[in-house]
């Protein structure tokens, strides 16, 4: 028993009359076909929902900013991106830095000083009637709502994230959406990219795992592929390129952003101070694009000709897809993919409300043979790291196996 008042036996008496629901982490098409998958379910059990606005911090500021949602706040958010909840990525209230007119505050040694304030935000949610809560989100967003269910509150986790990189499911919402914007993001650079025979990078998001990358180059016939859990030889993607240029004189070359630099030490992340998943990616095309594009210039016949007698100069341009990848309207898929979720949320809550054995209840919706179930948030969380948390591609896997057997190279030495 924690300081804070142990919920579930209380619920487990009287029932769950209020759940609340929130969406934490980097926003991803399909929240909102979540919330309102959520309010029409909840609806149908007679259950009322509270939305509680900025993700974590919303938790933290209390009664205040919590949202009463009914039917007519839902109407058609189906097909909108972003989410009506707002969301953070930094918020966690147990290791929460602590702040000052100058920012972030330091201890003599340099350390962040951290507050905890889970105990308070819980009160807050339980002050407002709260019986349960919906945790929209990915893995770090996952890591306090298991916590939380520790401290006796009911959690249902809904597995949230374009990189798809959750463990305990098979699939994430979002990630449909992602791939499909990157796909069509490369139609058109592919047209651009032919026309000036060129070689043309394509920055996609995943963060340590490469399952949009991989995606996306499948469903794009890309050319050459980089992900992390390949790592790919400096050498062998200048001979790669080289040889694609020479067959069809012009390239597209998918980079995932969590992949290392070309020559070691070029190319630094992002980091922030004080944030749970400090790393920032970003950038790391351009400078491979660069590197190429040397690389590639660097022998040339009598005439100065680089690939052919048709190219000169071989030129490489990087394009970082970013942030388009996670905006704008869910494809059809994600709008199903989300009101699933969201309904069989609803109904373990309402249906199967029997703690662990530790008088815990934290699950999270999960898709397993294509049907839905509810795993342990205490099994899809259970690892001190971030990235051990995290489901990566499977290097031996089917989908690489099929990537390199439509002829596309992943600049590893075979
Ligand atoms: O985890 C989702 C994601 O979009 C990653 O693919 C990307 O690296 C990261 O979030 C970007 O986060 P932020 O919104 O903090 O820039």
């Known amino acids: 028993m924690t300081e804070t ?26 929240l909102n076909a979540v919330i309102r998958s959520v309010v029409m379910m909840s609806k149908k059990y007679g259950v009322k929902v509270k939305g509680i606005p900025y993700g974590y911090r919303g938790m933290f500021l209390g009664e205040k900013c919590y949202i009463d949602l009914d039917v007519e706040d839902v109407d058609d958010i189906i097909e909108k991106g ?30 962040l000083i951290y507050d905890d304030f889970s105990h308070q ?52 919402f979002g990630f449909d959406t992602a791939v499909t914007r990157c796909c069509d993001a490369i139609t058109s650079i592919r047209t651009t990219g032919e026309a000036h025979s060129r070689v043309m990078l394509v920055e996609v998001m995943g963060r340590n795992a490469g399952h949009i990358a991989l995606h996306t180059a499948i469903a794009s ?76 210039n660097s022998e040339r016949d009598e005439n100065g000709y680089t690939i052919n007698d048709v190219i000169i100069d071989v030129e490489c341009r ?7 990848q996670r905006g704008g309207a869910p494809t059809a898929n994600d709008r199903i993919l989300s009101t699933r979720f969201g309904a069989f949320a609803v109904k373990v809550l309402m249906e199967n409300l029997v703690p662990d054995a530790n008088g815990n209840f ?29 489901r990566r591609v499977d290097s031996d896997g089917e989908l690489v196996e099929l990537a390199r057997n439509m002829g596309i190279s992943f600049g590893d030495v075979r």
Do not use: W
């Open 82 to 111: 972003g989410t009506i909840l707002h969301s953070s990525n930094k918020d966690n209230l147990f290791k929460y830095p602590r702040r000052d007119k100058n920012g972030l505050m330091h201890n003599e040694d340099g350390s």
């Open 318 to 324: 990087a394009t970082n897809l970013g942030y388009i």
């Open 221 to 296: 016939s890309a050319d050459m592929v980089l992900i992390s859990e390949i790592p790919y030889d400096s050498e062998q993607i200048v001979k790669d390129t080289r040889a694609i240029l020479e067959r069809k004189g012009s390239a597209i070359i998918v980079v995932s952003e969590g992949v290392h630099a070309p020559v070691q030490g070029s190319h630094k992340n992002k980091i922030v101070e004080g944030s749970p998943d400090a790393v920032r990616f970003g950038g790391i095309a351009n400078v491979i694009s660069d590197y190429l594009e040397n690389e590639l």
């Open 5 to 30: 008042t142990r919920k579930i036996d209380e619920v487990l008496k009287t029932g769950i009359k209020t759940i609340g629901i929130m969406t934490g982490g980097g926003d991803c098409p399909g």
């Open 121 to 172: 935000a819980l009160e807050n949610v339980q002050k407002a009637g709260i019986d349960a809560l919906i945790i929209v989100g990915g893995d770090g967003t996952l890591t306090s709502g298991r916590d939380y269910s520790r401290m006796g509150m009911p959690v249902v986790g809904v597995p949230k994230t374009i990189d798809n990189d959750l463990r305990s499911t098979e699939v994430t």
């Open 362 to 390: 934290g699950k999270m919706v999960s898709m397993q043979n294509n049907s839905l179930t509810a795993v342990e948030l205490e099994d899809v969380i259970n690892s001190a790291t971030m990235i051990d948390n995290q």
